[in-house]
Structures are given as structure tokens and as C-alpha cells.
């Protein structure tokens, strides 16, 4: 059963809520381990059956849009790590 599009865009706005509560948050190892621990969730669920690979492909790419639009927020802190 393929989710409807209602689906499909109530899972982007919850992963576009999750990657702004992110940039608000302290780590990005945190920010990973909510969003697998919130897949996780919704696997044991059953929410989610076979449209995960789209799913989570379009939460990451979401997720490195941002990183890379706030890109000079980080930048000069990878740097500095050489």
C-alpha cells in the first residue's frame, strides 16, 4: 500500500519541523539520533511499509539543502579543525 499524497506531506512537514528544531538544537548527532530514533518509531508502528526509501531519501536531502543554505554558520568551524 503506497501512501497518499496527504501522507507524503504530512511526513515532509514533520521531517522539515524536525531538520528547523535541529538548527535550534546543539549537535547534529542529535538531530541523527532523533530522526532514526523517530523511523524507528514509525516501523514498529506499521506506519511506514514500502515507500521508506523515498521517505528518507527526500528527509536527507532536505536535511543537507539547509545544512548547505546555513552553510557559513559551519564553515569556518571545519576549517579551523586543520
Not at 532523533?34 to 516501523?43: A, R, W
Request: glycine share 2%; no cysteine.
Amino acid at each position: 500500500m503506497a501512501f497518499s499524497e496527504t501522507d507524503k506531506k504530512e511526513i515532509e512537514r514533520i521531517f522539515k519541523k524536525e531538520i528547523k528544531d535541529f538548527f535550534e538544537s546543539s549537535t547534529l548527532n542529535k538531530y541523527e539520533q532523533k530522526l532514526i530514533d523517530k523511523i524507528q518509531k514509525e516501523i514498529k508502528n506499521g506506519k511506514i511499509r514500502k515507500d521508506v526509501n523515498e521517505i528518507i531519501s527526500k528527509a536527507f536531502t532536505e536535511f543537507y539543502y539547509v545544512l548547505w543554505s546555513k552553510k557559513s554558520q559551519w564553515e569556518s568551524s571545519i576549517k579551523n579543525l586543520s
